[in-house]
């Protein structure tokens, strides 16, 4: 089915918000092809990987994609890529919005006015019209006040499902080598510091050498036993995508063995470290400390991205202390909040808690399952305290 199938002709995929203060202009949204989503929200500021079409068709095959644009005179200022999930026995369908409605300036003066109306217009769309449950994902903030989910729940939105680890570690990227090293917390600094006399090379690799990591990965994969939740299915989709959407690759090398290696998203206002892996000599060479400090340096020098976001734990404590450390007292780290929901049909609302509720059922025994078994590593990270405006 075509992904402009959803709307009628009436409204030929345009829908007009309620006005937003008395000097905001009206935004409107219209539905676009999935090629035509990935080029557009390429030059956003809050573009990431699981928005883009070519990641999430292969990621959730099974849903019904719908790329929205929104648009004030004739500019387009935002999108969300929504993914329809019919309900068991047609009780519904959930609208799902992960880390969007993304703005294309972050940085506008009127970004909240924006938001606000783009959120109004899939209320209007999606919950109203089509008798949807809404589900919204917003991203972590860098601010210590997540304003976009604030926001959400002002507007109606209910708490929903959230994350047993939200916390998410995020470099400042526009600092100097000399008050980034400063940033690093002494510990952090003191591990760089010995790798740069291991002898280590670091490379920012061409996308023809993806193999290379993936033969890297599925080695490390195998040796440490964690459980692999990632969408590592998506890489090759990801790799074929056009600048500045496609990840970078960086390597380290030690006496010419391949040590360490990264996945980078590098687009939009936020670069994110997609997947990484290491060998068995990475550890005592400190090859991780190495290739993060010069990948650092580079997304500084080489994209517009402000800040490197560098995920979460899983619950390992190790990986607590390694990216906090590398945070230091420049970066921030805040949670990802809580999925929030929206009905204004009760059948609608009531049937997609159940199914989001079915749902963290089979994550939670996934988990016990993991815990259960003797040869995968086991999180040993205690759960974040949720941060109080996030309740």
């Not at 309620?18 to 080029?39: E, F, I, K, N, Y």
């Not at 780290?333 to 089979?362: C, E, H, K, Q, T």
């Not at 994550?363 to 040869?375: E, I, P």
Request: hydrophobic share 40%; with cysteine; charged share 25%.
């Amino acid at each position: 089915m075509s992904v402009l199938a959803g709307l009628d002709s009436k409204a030929e995929g345009i829908i007009a918000p309620r006005q937003v203060g008395p000097d905001a202009a009206p935004v409107r949204m219209r539905l676009v092809s999935g090629d035509d989503w990935d080029r557009i929200v390429s030059g956003f500021d809050a573009v990431c990987q699981e928005q883009l079409h070519a990641f999430a068709v292969l990621r959730w095959p099974n849903v019904r994609h719908e790329p929205v644009v929104f648009e004030r005179d004739g500019r387009i200022v935002g999108g969300t890529l929504m993914m329809l999930q019919p309900l068991p026995l047609r009780t519904g369908v959930i609208a799902v919005s992960k880390w969007a409605p993304m703005l294309a300036d972050v940085h506008a003066a009127d970004a909240a006015v924006i938001h606000a109306q783009m959120v109004d217009l899939l209320v209007a769309d999606y919950a109203e019209r089509r008798g949807m449950m809404l589900s919204i994902l917003p991203w972590a903030s860098i601010d210590p006040v997540n304003q976009e989910y604030v926001a959400l729940r002002a507007r109606g939105f209910h708490r929903g499902s959230t994350l047993l680890f939200p916390n998410r570690y995020i470099v400042r990227l526009r600092l100097s080598d000399q008050d980034q090293r400063s940033s690093f917390q002494q510990t952090w600094r003191r591990q760089l510091n010995k790798s740069e006399k291991s002898g280590l090379v670091f490379e920012h690799a061409p996308s023809e050498r993806i193999d290379d990591f993936k033969a890297l990965y599925a080695a490390m994969t195998e040796r440490k036993q964690f459980p692999d939740h990632s969408a590592f299915e998506t890489l090759d989709g990801l790799m074929a995508l056009e600048e500045p959407l496609r990840p970078e690759q960086f390597y380290v090398y030690h006496e010419g063995e391949l040590v360490a290696g990264a996945v980078i998203f590098k687009a939009g206002d936020r670069a994110v470290y997609l997947y990484g892996a290491t060998s068995d000599s990475a550890l005592p060479l400190r090859a991780g400390y190495f290739m993060h400090w010069h990948i650092i340096r580079w997304l500084r020098d080489h994209t517009r991205a402000n800040w490197y976001d560098l995920g979460g734990t899983d619950g390992f404590l190790g990986l607590h202390q390694f990216k906090k450390g590398m945070v230091g007292d420049a970066g921030v780290i805040r949670p990802v909040p809580p999925v929030v929901n929206y009905a204004s049909n009760p059948v609608a609302y009531w049937s997609g808690m159940a199914a989001f509720g079915a749902r963290d059922l089979v994550q939670h025994v996934r988990r016990r399952l993991d815990a259960m078994s003797g040869s995968k590593s086991k999180p040993d990270q205690p759960p974040h305290e949720t941060e109080e405006y996030l309740k």
